[in-house]
């Protein structure tokens, strides 16, 4: 292989993996920002992979002319298939780096505002929210009285679909797991899924008795 072609994969790994970065810094950022703000980042994202198609498009015709990776056959078949195989590597990769991300996110909202969570926490597990909503210094929350008691930090969403940072010291909400495709129900008891007023339909894990949920 020439050194241009080397450097030709050097260029073609860079700019894929800065695109399989995308999706983790997302999710990292979606758990600070506004619900709106995020809305408008995931049609910039969509932009930006319809421009990683344009970019592999170009660039396996570009290969396939200058067969940067030598001159036979199957390099040059090689050269041409790398950038979709690259592309289709980084789409793969984009929900599970996202949920990385939001992770990432979540642990770093616990260290943050630990001292303030666990505030709410004591106040709530003494005497909940008449309305079951609250603010304090800082940390919108809504509670589920229970017993025990539960409180989703950051409550984020459109009408009925919101997502939050649950404190469940049971982690029973954990058995949220969408629908039965049979039933069309619920997979989990209704105990699990009428928390907080609404409909829950998944959980993942956090830290500790901490989970990021999701509901409609």
Not at 97 to 111: N, P, S, Y
Not at 171 to 190: V, W, Y
């Amino acid at each position: 292989m020439t050194v241009e072609g080397i450097e030709q994969l050097k260029r073609w790994l860079k700019w894929y993996a800065a695109l399989a970065a995308v999706p983790f810094c997302f999710g990292l950022l979606t758990v600070w920002l506004p619900f709106f703000l995020s809305l408008l980042m995931l049609v910039g994202i969509a932009g930006l992979y319809l421009i990683g198609i344009a970019v592999t498009v170009r660039s396996s015709m570009s290969a396939w002319q200058t067969r940067p990776l030598g001159s036979s056959p199957m390099r040059r078949v090689g050269a041409t298939l790398i950038p979709s195989l690259l592309l289709a590597l980084a789409i793969s990769t984009f929900f599970p780096l996202g949920q990385v991300g939001g992770r990432v996110g979540h642990i770093a909202q616990i260290a943050i505002y630990h001292e303030r969570f666990e505030e709410i926490i004591a106040k709530e597990e003494v005497a909940p929210s008449a309305d079951g909503r609250g603010e304090f210094r800082g940390v919108s929350y809504w509670t589920d009285p229970g017993p025990p008691v539960r409180v989703a930090f950051f409550p984020e969403g459109l009408l009925d679909n919101w997502t939050a940072l649950i404190y469940d010291p049971t982690g029973e909400m954990m058995k949220a797991d969408g629908f039965d495709p049979i039933t069309g129900k619920f997979r989990a008891p209704d105990r699990v899924t009428r928390l907080f007023g609404g409909d829950l339909v998944w959980c993942r894990p956090v830290w500790g008795d901490y989970y990021e949920c999701g509901f409609t």
